[in-house]
């Protein structure tokens, strides 16, 4: 799909493309159509054009327009669009598949300008977190900016003392919050959280709820029940991202690869990590180097166009059900099948594999206006997190984060 900013797309043509695809002689055939489909091959009046694509599915596009019914190449085709939409493309209408580069529809080269995919910190969001922490509690490590923070060792005693105008307590899960009285006029809240397997139980003046917000429900008694069910409609997606650490990137480098898509694959992704040298932290120089490639992995249900939630929950539990070996097992076939044997080894050039699961990873907005109805102050509570703006975006949450502070007055 449109993906990484400025990388170039493959050199390959259509017929070889369709040719040195892993699929039946039909299947091939059939790919090569795909590969050469497009609007144009939709046969309807101009002036319906804009109507049909918003209105018909990617699926029906392909099977019924292109008449293609391989499984290889359907399978091909809906995991072409990666996390774009936060779905397989069995759940796009044509336009969005066409707008996120889906099987078929050539990749656009994407450059945002005023918001360009590039900005990383060598240990992705953690660094903004860090950069909020030590603007809060200064003491907690040495370093004046982003740049100095990056190797800078945070002391983690610093974070709750009694001192501190700001205190945090990690490992403590809120496990309930209510108001002392009438939330209408009350003037405290209870909050107990569990902390070391000990239950406590403190008051606060105002509380912001900054966590998943299908989760508020559970936690705020005494929430009214038109807020809590449209907390409840707020969703996130699974997620799994694994890094593996390589001794040295010759053979990606020799086949000159910068991302590579693998839509048959557990993860549809292949890619070197973001080029970031910053604060002492160097990103590798050579293809002699070591250096870490990112794959992702956006897991669906089994069955194609089944309700997006259902997908979630039964990707998240076969996500979940996988031990480690499974993962070692299928990166080690994707790797050796994607990569040269004489230039990739996997026993002796791969050194570590981390993987990381997100059960509820990027946000899902609910439907129609249950987002603003579910972030809405309740009493001294106020809402946060990026579910309540909808959007997997750390400026998001930072935004929602703003107004929830705001909203207490
Ligand atoms: C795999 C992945 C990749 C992403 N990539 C990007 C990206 O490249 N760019 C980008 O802008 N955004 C990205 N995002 C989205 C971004 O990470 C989120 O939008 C952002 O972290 C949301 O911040 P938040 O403070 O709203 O919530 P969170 O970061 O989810 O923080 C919520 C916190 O609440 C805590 N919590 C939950 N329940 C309780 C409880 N009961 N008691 C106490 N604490 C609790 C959690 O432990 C957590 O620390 C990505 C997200 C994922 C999952």
Redesign the pocket.
Known sequence: PNYIEGLMAGKLSNKDAAQEAPLSKKGKQQLFEVLNGGLHKIDVPKNELNNYIRSHSYFDYLRNTLGVDDPGVLKMARHSAL?WAVSGTDLMNIETAKSCGALGFVPKAVYDEENP?IY?FPD??AS??RALVKKMIPAVAEGKNAEELVLSKFNYRELDRFSNDVRIRLN????NVRHIGDPKNSSEVFVK?ITDNKSHEIKAENVVM???NM?IPH?VSDLPEEQASALRLQS?SP???SSVGLRNWKAMKEMEIGMAMSPGNMHQAVFMDFPVSMGGYEYTKTPKDPCVIQMISCPYGETVGAPRLEQYREARYKMLSLQFKDYEEEIRSHLSGMLPKKLFDFNKDVESITV?R?A????VSGPNNSIKKGRQPFGRITI??????G????????N??SRAVNELG
């Open positions: 996390d995919y990383h992705g969001n903004v977190a403590s899960t809120v496990v959280y900054a966590c998943y989760m936690i996130k997620l799994q991202y990381n997100w509820h990873g990027y946000t946060a997190n990026c579910d309540s703006a959007s997997a975006d750390v400026k998001d949450a930072i929602m984060a």
